[in-house]
């Protein structure tokens, strides 16, 4: 059959038009027996008919496109359905070459494809490619395209052409590429070193920073090639970690060493993920490795430094109690004699007429020695000072150590100041200030130690005392703040200096030149009253201004 010929089907319908209507677009694929029509029956002819045109209505419908095509790529025919796929009726693609319809990059691809038809046996397989169509009605971008050489037209040969929409798959593929290649290029230029595994545990990736690492090829890394590179002792830690994670799919951590390019070993912290695809099925690991090597010299360094620090407080600990023990030993040895002492001046003053007890009651009583007299004051009240240094040195050792047991009792605040001020006044006879008390009316019990803290007032007072001017007021006040009760003791005449006031509370610190009246002391006195108060659960503080000086202790309610 040939362009110019009349197809079989133009033949039968010209000649049956009384028999069936039809307009048929040179679809020549014909039984041969329908030749016979003239010979046959009017009822055996509509039959024949009635099956092409089912035939007919099938080709047109096909949800695919068909072409027909002669030997030069001319379209001789197109189903409907493929015609409206296009954006074309049928009879604007006859007599057209089908080339037309593609993409200009594919039109020689598609001519050298249909030439190779013609060079294959007439048993080969069917030929398939797949290409991009270029029609600007049609949704359709990309066809697979499927051809044949038709059988029994030797002469003039023809070509079955049929193309099924591709475009949504290539358009996942395309998505699926793009997305590839943009987990590609960020793999590659993140600063740090990324690998991936199937579900078998094989790697099959490694980042371009994983290959400047390690100076070594994909192909050298794959499977477990890797583990060449990790250090010997560290290999079979690495792979017991992550295959225990393999087989149960989970995440892991491991640290290792691995050989750089330079050769030296590097620590590398690696965080492995399970993969699983959206049916849930595990496909493999991605992992992340970042060189830790400063992080583990920073550690190691630290814990050197630890070391060494807990060595030193240690070794602190160990000459601060030797040191306890032999202050504690020596200050007990120290007071046994300074008793024997304390009693000898009590005998030697019964034996001159002047016991203490008189001294205190009476300080005008004059002596027939005179010198005897001065002599034996000196003795008592240098005696009583080494005592003194003795039992707050004691005080405090004990305090630094936690040892001082606090006896809780609930004080009567009025009460236990009046009865400390009787008390400073009864050992102070020569005190030259005037001493006052203002206490707010109706304060609440406080619970406290009361030794410590008829201790801490009457330090307090007798710091005052020393170094306040004759005839100048010593005012001690109580007062309620909040939850505590607020003691103040206050003194004028007299300034502490600034650059001094950090240092009082400091042992055995006297402030120089403070001591007008040369009765010395032994710097232990402002050290013990902090240590007692914070025992005690409170602050003390001091302010120093306007030829006035005011320590303030504030202890909680309820000792606790």
Known sequence: MNRQQPSSWHQICQEQDNIVSLTPHHLELVPERVLDNKLRPNEVLQHTQEQLLWYRQLYEQLPSIYFVLDSSGIVLSVNRFGADLLGFTPSELINKPVFDLFASCDRTSLADALISLFKMPATAPTSNWEFRLDCRQSKIKWVKVVAKILPGNEQNPLILLVCEDITDRKR??????????????????????????????????FNQFWMQFTGRTIEQEKGIGWIDSVYPDDKLKCLQTYYSALNTRTKFQIEYRLRRADGEYRWILDTGTPRFIPSGEFAGYIGCSIDITERKTVEAALKSSQEAAKAQIDEMDRLNRLKDEFLSTVSHELRTPLTNMKMAIQMLGIALGLEQ???????????????????????????????NLINNFLDLQKLDIDSKPLVLETVIIRES?????????????????NLQIHVTPNLPPLVCDPFSLERIIMEL????????????????????????????????????????????FDKFYRIPSNDPWKQGG????LALIQKLTRYLGG?????????????????????E
């Open 461 to 504: 007072l007798t710091n005052a005392a020393k170094f306040s001017p004759a005839d100048q007021e010593i005012i001690i006040t109580a007062q309620l703040k909040s939850q505590n009760i607020e003691f103040q003791v206050i003194n004028t005449g007299v300034e502490i200096p600034e650059l001094e006031r950090d240092r009082i």
């Open 522 to 525: 032994t710097g232990l006195g």
């Open 357 to 387: 007890s008189l001294l205190v009651e009476n300080p005008k009583l004059k002596t027939p020695d005179s010198k005897a007299s001065r002599y034996f004051q000196i003795l008592n009240n240098e005696c009583d000072r080494e005592i």
């Open 172 to 205: 996942s593929e395309d998505a699926y590429q793009e997305s590839e290649e943009r987990f590609q290029n960020m793999a590659n230029t993140t600063p740090v070193m990324l690998w991936m595994s199937g579900c078998d545990g094989l790697c099959n990736f």
């Open 417 to 433: 100041l009046m009865r400390i001020v009787e008390l400073f006044k009864a050992r102070n006879r020569n005190c030259r200030s």
């Open 539 to 559: 602050t003390i503080e001091v302010e120093s201004n306007s030829n006035l000086t005011c320590f303030t202790v504030l202890l909680p309610l309820r000792g």
